[in-house]
C-alpha cells in the first residue's frame, strides 16, 4: 500500500500508510519536517507488511490434521 498525503488545512497536511494508517503532520512549508513525516508512515507501512507476512509464516507453519490444527488437540 502506498504512502499517501494529505491536508488538514493551510498550516497543516500529513502523511499516512494507506486508508487507515496514523496521520503524521508536518509543515508544509518545511522540507525536512515533510520529509520526516514520510518516512515515519513508510517505517509503519513496512512494520504492518512485517507483521502480515509473519502471522500468514506462523499460520502456515503451524501443525494440522487434516486441516485442523493440533493447536487445542493435546492439551489438558
Request: aromatic share 10%.
Amino acid at each position: 500500500m502506498p504512502v499517501n498525503k494529505g491536508v488538514a488545512d493551510k498550516n497543516k497536511a500529513y502523511y499516512k500508510w494507506g486508508m487507515h494508517g496514523t496521520k503524521y503532520y508536518f509543515n508544509p512549508n518545511n522540507a525536512k519536517s515533510e520529509q520526516e513525516a514520510r518516512e515515519k508512515a513508510a517505517k509503519q507501512g513496512r512494520a504492518i507488511e512485517r507483521s502480515i507476512a509473519l502471522r500468514k509464516t506462523k499460520n502456515h507453519l503451524r501443525p494440522t490434521i487434516g486441516g485442523i490444527s493440533t493447536k487445542y488437540l493435546f492439551e489438558n
